[in-house]
């Protein structure tokens, strides 16, 4: 039985960092992933597959029904679903490979298979041969993640009614979609369909779309989803999906009233659930809270003394990018370090066209605990890189303390918003105000200078406007 300072359960994007985080601090560190590939949901069937398939979605749409705006002709334009396919494998090959390669280069050993606990240090695999090992280890980290939930009633078939794995993977573009759950995900990948052809309709039980969002950024964007074909019922809730092999009924209730959508293909996204089944954690006596995730305090730290967990599986955002940070806090906790996440400072992306993408607090979130604020707000309209690019919906809008003008949320609706939020999540990590974002020279022509101006808009200066 091989011991490890480090074992690591589940090769997604907090399990894989935490390992190589854990190797560079000197620690002999393993890694056990079930799925034959590492990366897990996001590299796999999550982050990277779906923003292949939006960024070919708009490459088609732009051509299909942008290009000839500005002169450039497109005859005999077609769609070949099975290259688009291959060329999202090839992209999610590579860099599940690439993660392989780090762990050679960090000398982390990468086990195949499935971990379970046997105890609190020793962790039995169930290996992708078919054999049965055991390896032992100084600290365990759960990083097993999460995965698709479904409601009562329906039966995901990965062919007429289809979980997000299934949505990544269609052959062909259906006439019909129904989404059901108008979250980012539902929205995301919705938004690559309709983009590809599909006729988009979202059945969400919630009477505005992307909860948890700003209201303003939320209700704005539903209209530039509706304004580019998607159809919305909102306050609805669906009561049963019936699939006869090709073809799919929804039924559901809305006003009191109830509703009937056919579809070709029924997309089921209306959330995540850990996971921690088949775990052994009732072998350790390991505790998970109301919602079946595990449960840690605020050092990762399980009930159990040397088992931590990080990721999808435990509270908080189900984000890649915040699995990556608690995977890097953890390995640095257990050498001793000062590992920190600051969850005021998690931006969260949705990679439509227009994208969104929100860092901080909402407008919503600061009314509740009384704090009072100033608004700046910047349409993309007045922007000059924008309208160069003919992609001027959407706005910047900043969250400033009325006293300090410290910046405490940041919610964009427009083109590359998801880079955008990196210069305001840096800001907020260092505590900056409106004003020293105002002050700061933005290079011009660039979409970063409706960020400067929304700032100056906190203060009632806008320039271009
Ligand atoms: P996971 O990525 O789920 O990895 C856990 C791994 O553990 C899995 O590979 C699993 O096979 C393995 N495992 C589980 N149990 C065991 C066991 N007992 N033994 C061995 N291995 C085990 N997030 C973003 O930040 N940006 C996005 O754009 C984004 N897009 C998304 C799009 C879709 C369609 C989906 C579904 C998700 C998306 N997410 C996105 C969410 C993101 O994928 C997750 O938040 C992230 O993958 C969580 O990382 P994790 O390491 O906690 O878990």
């Known amino acids: 039985m091989e011991n490890f300072d480090v074992i690591v359960i589940g090769g997604g994007p907090g399990g894989y960092v935490c390992a190589i985080r854990a190797a560079q601090l000197g620690h002999k560190t393993a890694c056990i992933e079930s799925r034959g590939s590492l990366g897990g949901t996001c590299l796999n069937v999550g982050c990277i597959p779906s923003k292949s398939l939006l960024h070919s979605a708009e490459m088609f749409h732009k051509a299909n029904k942008e290009f000839d705006k500005i002169g450039i002709t497109t005859n005999g334009l077609s769609l070949d679903v099975s290259k688009m396919m291959s060329h999202k494998l090839k992209t999610v090959d590579g860099l599940t490979k690439g993660i392989e390669f780090l762990f050679k280069k960090n000398k982390v050993t990468y086990i195949k298979g499935h971990g379970s606990f046997a105890s609190n240090n020793t962790v039995n695999i169930k290996n992708s041969d078919?054999?049965?090992?055991?390896?032992?280890?100084k600290h365990i980290i759960i990083a097993t993640?999460?995965?698709?939930?479904?409601?009562?009633?329906?039966?995901?078939?990965?062919?007429?009614?289809?979980?997000?794995?299934g949505a990544l993977?269609?052959?062909k573009v259906p006439n019909k979609m129904v989404v059901i759950g108008g979250g980012v995900i539902g929205l995301e990948l919705g938004s690559a369909w309709m983009?590809?052809?599909?006729?988009?309709?979202?059945?969400?039980?919630?009477?505005?779309?992307?909860?948890?969002?700003?209201?303003?950024?939320?209700?704005?964007?539903h209209k530039i989803l509706k304004r580019q074909g998607m159809k919305f019922n909102l306050s609805s809730k669906v009561n049963k999906v019936n699939s006869d092999g090709s073809k799919a009924t929804i039924e559901f209730e809305k006003d009191g009233s109830n509703?009937?959508?056919?579809?070709?293909?029924?997309?089921?996204?209306?959330?995540?659930?850990?996971?921690?089944?088949?775990?052994g954690l009732e072998n350790v006596n390991i505790e998970k809270d109301?919602?079946?995730?595990?449960?840690?305090d605020k050092h990762f730290k399980t009930n159990v003394e040397n088992v931590y967990a990080i990721g999808d599986v435990v509270v908080g955002p189900m984000l890649a990018h915040k699995a990556e940070e608690e995977g890097i806090a953890v390995a640095e906790m257990i050498s001793g370090k000062y590992g920190?996440?600051?969850?005021?400072?998690?931006?969260?992306?949705?990679?439509?066209?227009?994208?969104?993408?929100?860092?901080?607090k909402t407008e919503e979130e600061l009314k509740q605990v009384s704090i009072e604020y100033k608004v700046g707000k910047f349409p993309f309209m007045a922007n000059s890189k924008a309208k160069v690019n003919d992609e001027a919906d959407g706005f910047v809008k900043i969250l400033a303390d009325k006293k300090t003008d410290k910046v405490l949320g940041v919610h964009i609706v427009g083109p590359d918003a998801g880079n955008l939020i990196a210069e305001l999540a840096l800001a907020m990590e260092f505590g900056a105000s409106s004003e020293d974002i105002a002050r700061t020279c933005h290079a011009h022509p660039t979409l970063t200078e409706a960020v400067k101006e929304a700032a100056l808009a906190v203060d009632k200066r806008p320039i271009h406007m």
Do not use: W
């Open 130 to 137: 078919g054999s049965d090992s055991q390896v032992t280890g």
């Open 145 to 165: 993640g999460s995965s698709v939930a479904t409601l009562p009633n329906i039966n995901i078939d990965e062919k007429v009614i289809v979980s997000s794995t």
């Open 169 to 171: 993977a269609l052959e």
């Open 195 to 221: 983009k590809l052809g599909a006729d988009v309709e979202v059945v969400e039980y919630m009477d505005h779309i992307l909860p948890g969002m700003d209201r303003e950024v939320s209700d704005s964007f």
């Open 259 to 279: 509703n009937i959508l056919e579809a070709d293909v029924v997309l089921v996204c209306v959330g995540r659930k850990a996971n921690t089944d088949g775990l």
């Open 290 to 296: 109301e919602k079946g995730r595990v449960k840690i």
């Open 340 to 360: 920190h996440v600051n969850y005021d400072v998690i931006p969260g992306v949705v990679y439509t066209h227009p994208e969104v993408a929100s860092v901080g």
